[in-house]
């Protein structure tokens, strides 16, 4: 069974900082998406990772894929208030067949 | 590109009570799949078609949880007797999906549809 582990899962940063957030996943993995969502709104999709190496970068979110170490981060640099959100990493296996894996998220706030 | 709509936006019944939710997806993508989150948790996999045919479904909750794609464009996701620890958010997402295409697009998420079951 795939399991998919974000770290941290709660994170109070101030804005001007940099932090990265981490998504282990358990087994071989076909892609690697992550995903922003509001407070009662839907899921954004920010990023897809196809295969190792792969960096992608918007604005002020870089995410990165590692499959060898089943490890993808998502950095965030000169954090600012607007990037106030939960923020989750979903992991697909079996071509889509499986739907999607998603970890718990990570809701992060950040404080002028 | 009018993004996945889904109907209705919030439901709230009363325990025994079956529901019906609608999924209208992007127009061109022939993937559907059906998710639900609760508080504090990702949204977790349900089902999904491609065109119509459901490909997979053994993560449904349970038996009386149904979905359907009768035409390959709308889905419905009903929930039969309902009880208190079905209510969550129930999202639909659609995307376009090709075997072997390296240009798949990402899930494309509604805003879901919240039930509460009192």
């Known amino acids: 069974e795939l399991k998919v582990e974000q770290n941290p899962l709660f994170l109070s940063m101030q804005e001007g900082k940099n932090y990265t957030i981490y998504c282990n996943y358990s087994?071989?993995?076909?892609?690697l998406y992550w995903y922003r969502q509001d407070p009662g709104k839907s899921l954004e999709s920010l990023f897809v990772l196809l295969s190792n190496g792969a960096v992608k970068q918007e604005g002020r979110l870089m995410a990165s894929l590692d499959t060898k170490a089943r490890l993808s981060t998502l950095h965030i640099t000169a954090a600012v208030h607007d990037l106030s959100a939960t923020y989750f990493c979903a992991v697909e296996e079996g071509g889509g067949a499986d739907g999607l894996t998603f970890g718990k998220g990570t809701h992060l706030i950040i404080q002028p | 590109d009018t993004g996945v709509s889904q109907d209705p936006r919030h439901k709230i019944t009363k325990r025994g009570q079956n529901v019906t939710f609608r999924c209208d997806p992007i127009?061109?993508?022939?993937?559907l799949y059906w998710y639900r989150q609760t508080l504090g948790q990702g949204p977790e996999f349900l089902t999904y078609?491609?065109?119509?045919?459901?490909?997979?479904k053994s993560r449904l909750l349970s038996d009386r949880f149904s979905a359907e794609r009768p035409k390959g464009s709308f889905s419905t996701l009903e929930i039969q007797r309902t009880e208190q620890g079905d209510s969550a958010m129930y999202l639909c997402?659609?995307?376009?999906?090709?075997?072997?295409?390296?240009?798949?697009?990402?899930?494309?998420f509604g805003n879901g549809t919240r039930l509460t079951v009192t």
């Open positions: 127009s061109e993508h022939n993937r």
């Open positions: 997402a659609s995307s376009l999906t090709r075997t072997g295409s390296e240009n798949n697009s990402p899930l494309h």
């Open positions: 087994t071989t993995s076909d892609r």
């Open positions: 078609f491609q065109n119509e045919a459901q490909l997979e």
